[in-house]
């Protein structure tokens, strides 16, 4: 089993380019917002889907996802 496929039956959701796998279980998301203060535009809970992985480089969005305090997003690099 992937990765992706892993994650995606503990209930993560899924955002991916060609660079990266984003993945976010909203049940696990305490809501602490490093991530929305890390990248507001990749990360922006007033849109749908929230997470934009073509707003910024994967590196940059692996290092916030990085501070996540809760699990609740996790990341592949392609
Ligand atoms: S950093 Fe993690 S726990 Fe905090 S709001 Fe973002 S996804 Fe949720």
Known sequence: MS???ELIS????A???????????PDL?????ECIRGNNQVFDVNRRPWV????????EISKI??????GALKYEIK
């Not at 503990?10 to 959701?13: F, I, L, M, Q, R």
């Not at 955002?15 to 279980?25: D, T």
């Open 15 to 25: 955002y991916e380019n060609n660079e990266i796998i984003v993945f976010w279980k």
């Open 52 to 59: 934009d992985v073509s707003a910024a480089s994967a590196e």
């Open 65 to 70: 996802i990085d501070k996540c305090p809760s």
């Open 29 to 33: 998301c305490e809501h602490a917002a």
């Open 3 to 5: 990765k992706k496929e």
């Open 10 to 13: 503990k209930g993560y959701k």
